[in-house]
């Protein structure tokens, strides 16, 4: 399973876009890049997940470069709900257990 | 939107006692998964469960531990004598049968060790 690299948190403002970026060097052939999101006290909770260049959802972005090396993950508009931590996880997601990093805690502030 | 349930939300029991969690994988998933987090650390993964049998597990996962499949709806984990580490929040995961497609996980049972 491929390392990932994510700030460890972020601050932001209701209203503003927020992107949050995922290093991880070493993403294989086969990997797939898939993001969560946890609240406190509840369970991860799938967002967006993709291979190359750009997949949109209702909720979120996310932006993969060519060489696949790094990738973020963008928050339109983010409201005091979107305060949560954000996983970034590599790897071919087939049927493998999955790995959490730290994650990178976002504060939405009014 | 179907979702994985879990019960109880709170378990709060004494140490050296059994206890069993509950979970309801969504309907049409074949993949299970256990994972905790303990206060203030990472996600860890338990255990993954397919065509009723484990097809791997943690290190964290040792023989105090079981997971069966009972009625084809429901998925629980077992502490067969919980120890005081054993407190974490405990996170099932189910997915379905396609490959690429992501786990879903419910919102967990709080388990307290007095």
């Known amino acids: 399973l491929a390392k990932t690299t994510q700030p460890i948190s972020m601050d932001s403002y209701e209203g503003q876009e927020v992107n949050i970026t995922c290093s991880h060097n070493?993403?294989?052939?086969?990997?797939?890049i898939t993001w969560y999101q946890q609240f406190p006290s509840q369970g991860p909770r799938f967002i967006i997940q993709?291979?190359?260049t750009k997949v949109t959802n209702e909720v979120a972005s996310l932006f993969i470069p060519a060489d696949r090396k790094s990738s973020t993950l963008s928050l339109p508009r983010v409201s005091l709900s979107d305060t949560a931590v954000y996983y970034c996880?590599?790897?071919?997601?087939?049927?493998?257990?999955?790995?959490f990093g730290t994650g990178t805690r976002l504060l939405v502030s009014p | 939107e179907p979702e994985v349930t879990q019960t109880p939300s709170h378990q709060v029991t004494q140490m050296g006692q059994e206890v069993i969690l509950r979970c309801v994988p969504i309907s049409n998933h074949l993949y299970f998964y256990w994972y905790r987090q303990i206060l203030g650390q990472k996600v860890e993964f338990l255990v993954s469960f397919y065509n009723n049998e484990i097809s791997e597990k943690s290190e964290i996962f040792d023989d105090q531990f079981s997971v069966e499949r009972p009625d084809g709806s429901n998925f629980t984990l077992k502490i067969r004598s919980t120890k005081l580490e054993d407190s974490a929040m405990y996170f099932c995961a189910s997915r379905g049968g396609t490959l690429y497609q992501p786990q879903h996980f419910g919102d967990g049972t709080r388990l307290s060790i007095l």
């Open positions: 993709g291979y190359k």
């Open positions: 070493n993403i294989a052939t086969n990997d797939y």
């Open positions: 996880l590599v790897g071919f997601t087939g049927f493998q257990k999955l790995v």
